[in-house]
């Protein structure tokens, strides 16, 4: 049995710290989006991977892995968005066994609109504290837990969708 390697005083706090961060983060990021935008984050994440999609369009099953979310939860979330007009669902015509989620034009104006705050919030809380450097070093680090996280993501770094 291999001996338990205990986490240093240094490892413990930046532990705590990424623990807090992937706590308050979510939040403050959901808060600004509901407040601004009357979108959710996940909503908004969802709406802003179809836009970036061609044909703004994408495979149902594609589109849960690419929002990290669950088809149950995705099924129900775009079963709201059609409720308000954002996005429209259909069968796929490639195979006619799967559902398609597609930006309406109403979707992409509310995407388009809650963008720019979104971006603000993202840039003010997680870039601008940071200085060049310590950015491309937080994107290397998360590009090497996420290896060991989720390796079969194929999260390669030019991505924009990881």
Same mark, same amino acid.
């Given at each position: /049995?291999?001996?338990?390697?205990?986490?240093?005083?240094?490892? &413990?706090?930046?532990?705590?710290?990424?623990?807090?961060? %992937? #706590?308050?983060?979510?939040?403050?990021?959901?808060?600004?989006? &509901? $407040?601004?935008?009357? =979108? #959710?984050?996940?909503?908004? =994440? %969802?709406?802003? /991977?179809?836009?970036?999609?061609?044909?703004?369009? $994408?495979? /149902?099953?594609?589109?849960?892995?690419?929002?990290? @979310?669950?088809?149950?939860? =995705?099924?129900?979330?775009?079963?709201? =968005?059609?409720?308000?007009?954002?996005?429209?669902?259909?069968?796929? #015509?490639?195979?006619? $066994?799967?559902? %398609?989620?597609?930006?309406?034009?109403?979707?992409?104006?509310?995407?388009?609109?809650?963008?720019?705050?979104?971006?603000? &919030?993202?840039?003010?809380? %997680?870039?601008?504290?940071? #200085?060049?450097? &310590?950015?491309?070093?937080? @994107?290397?680090?998360?590009?090497? /837990?996420?290896?060991?996280?989720?390796?079969?993501?194929?999260?390669?770094?030019?991505?924009?969708?990881?």
């Amino acid at each position: /049995m291999e001996e338990t390697r205990w986490l240093t005083d240094e490892e &413990q706090q930046v532990w705590r710290r990424l623990m807090h961060l %992937v #706590t308050v983060l979510p939040a403050a990021l959901d808060g600004q989006l &509901q $407040r601004d935008a009357e =979108l #959710t984050h996940f909503e908004y =994440l %969802v709406l802003a /991977m179809l836009s970036e999609t061609p044909g703004r369009s $994408r495979r /149902m099953s594609d589109l849960a892995g690419l929002v990290n @979310g669950s088809q149950s939860r =995705l099924s129900h979330l775009v079963g709201r =968005l059609e409720r308000r007009g954002l996005v429209h669902r259909e069968r796929s #015509t490639e195979d006619g $066994r799967g559902s %398609v989620a597609m930006l309406t034009d109403a979707g992409w104006a509310a995407v388009a609109a809650a963008a720019p705050g979104h971006v603000a &919030q993202v840039r003010s809380l %997680v870039l601008d504290p940071l #200085t060049p450097e &310590q950015i491309r070093q937080l @994107g290397k680090s998360l590009a090497a /837990m996420l290896g060991r996280i989720a390796p079969s993501d194929g999260c390669p770094e030019s991505s924009g969708t990881c």
